[in-house]
T-cell receptor, first 113, second 118 residues
Framework: AQTVTQSQPEMSVQEAETVTLSCTYD???????LFWYKQPPSRQMILVIR??????QNATENRFSVNFQKAAKSFSLKISDSQLGDTAMYFC??????????FGAGTRLTVKP | DTEVTQTPKHLVMGMTNKKSLKCEQH?????MYWYKQKAKKPPELMFV???????INESVPSRFSPECPNSSLLNLHLHALQPEDSALYLC?????????????????FGPGTRLTVT
């Protein structure tokens, strides 16, 4: 079974600064996808970024980037120039071939003005 | 249109009631999902439908009965629930995976139905 671990239950960052959220996973699969989802207090889950395991290049989406270390089974999310609207619960997620997606416990991020 | 809609937004039901949750998408997605999310916890997968066929059932109690009448609609029928079933129920949809090239697609989530069982 796949497990996803987020070891930081809560984090805070000052507006305009950079923060990194950690995620590790365990799997015996060779092909899989990793995602970071954001769930603001209004509760709708929004995709932040995705990473294909077969790609060595780290994914980036504007202020969001990942550091994907396949051998170490690590998938961290870096948020640059943090904004107040980034305040949310962030979930790391692992998906394998049959649309089976599993989430980590989440990291609650607070961006302070 | 990248929206997944869910109705109702809130539902309070007694343990002897029968109710249904509804989820709809018009993005042409062929995979649809039900998740259960307790407060301050991650979503837990309940069911996956692929091309209107149930492909994953995560050993969910039979008091939860999913139904996928067509590719745009997903229902969750509720009967004889327990207070511990109170949670946020999330629906999601995605393109089904492309087995030819081993490509998976991200899921789009609805806003959820907040269910309270009294």
């Amino acid at each position: 079974a796949q497990t996803v671990t987020q070891s930081q239950p809560e984090m805070s960052v000052q507006e305009a600064e950079t923060v990194t959220l950690s995620c590790t996973y365990d799997t015996s699969e060779n092909n899989y996808y990793l995602f970071w989802y954001k769930q603001p207090p209004s509760r709708q889950m929004i995709l932040v970024i995705r990473q294909e395991a077969y790609k060595q290049q780290n994914a980036t989406e504007n202020r969001f980037s990942v550091n994907f270390q396949k051998a170490a089974k690590s998938f961290s999310l870096k948020i640059s120039d943090s904004q107040l609207g980034d305040t949310a619960m962030y979930f790391c997620a692992f998906m394998k071939y049959n649309n089976d997606m599993r989430f980590g416990a989440g990291t609650r991020l607070t961006v302070k003005p | 249109d990248t929206e997944v809609t869910q109705t109702p937004k809130h539902l309070v039901m007694g343990m002897t009631n029968k109710k249904s949750l509804k989820c709809e998408q018009h993005m042409g997605h062929r995979a649809m999902y039900w998740y259960k999310q307790k407060a301050k916890k991650p979503p837990e997968l309940m069911f996956v439908y692929s091309y209107e066929k149930l492909s994953i059932n995560e050993s969910v109690p039979s008091r939860f009965s999913p139904e996928c009448p067509n590719s745009s609609l997903l229902n969750l029928h509720l009967h004889a629930l327990q207070p511990e079933d109170s949670a946020l129920y999330l629906c999601a949809s995605s393109q089904d995976m492309d087995v030819r090239v081993d490509y998976f697609y991200e899921q789009y989530f609805g806003p959820g139905t907040r269910l309270t069982v009294t």
